[in-house]
């Protein structure tokens, strides 16, 4: 597998991830320029990628799509920062079995795509809300499934009370943040799909395999995190 990268070898990003780092980089004070949509808020005008981005000559799907939001739950343990994940049941009628955020379609009674994020999180994974610090979002991505996703970002204090909602989630889990922002982990697949060969992100960790939007979303991540402070690239 091809491997992408998004900063330098030698630079750690292990001593560096704190929660105020990260909070610098979300807070738009740490310089412009790659930072993506670092700092910025829903509503506000933000980059676009999905899961046409890594294929030569891809496009955008070209229908209607189903407005979503997901919460990216940074965890906040005293001895290091992780990402939450979630393991969706086999028998969902959408990405069944893959490893996702907690997150759905956004719903009427949505205010806005934080309050379904934060909703779909306490139905998931029976996450507080009160539990979850919002300190931005990533860029919206576009899924060949029909969804257009705003991905939207949480400091999460813990410990946490959990209870999984078992029809939609097998199982949850943390991966380490400094495993997400490390680029030798940030490797690309391919598969024939519609008569076309798909590329798309796969961060291997473990025993478990995340691939394509939740991996796409986590590189995301990682480019703001791994932005040089000074020139943000």
Known sequence: MEQSHFFSAGRSAERRLTRSFVLERFSGQSGTGRRSSAGKVPGEPVGLRGDHSLTPGGRPPD?????????????????????????????????????????????????????????????????????????????????????????????????????????????????PLDFVVDPVNHQRGSREWKGTTRTFFVLPYENRYIWGATAGMLVNLAEILAADPVTGR
């Open 63 to 175: 229908r209607l799509l189903t407005p979503a939001a997901v919460l990216v739950p940074i965890v906040d343990r005293a001895e290091r920062l992780t990402v939450l994940l979630t393991q969706r049941t086999a028998h969902l009628a959408d990405h069944a079995g893959q490893i996702a955020f907690p997150g759905g379609r956004i719903e009427p009674s949505d205010a806005d795509p934080v309050a379904a994020a934060l909703r779909e999180a306490h139905e998931e994974v029976g996450l507080p809300s009160d539990h979850v610090e919002i300190i931005g979002r990533l860029d919206t991505y576009l899924t060949g499934t029909g969804f257009e996703v705003t991905p939207v970002v949480g400091l999460v204090r813990a410990p946490y009370p959990s209870k999984l909602d078992a029809f939609e989630v097998a199982e949850m889990f943390e991966v």
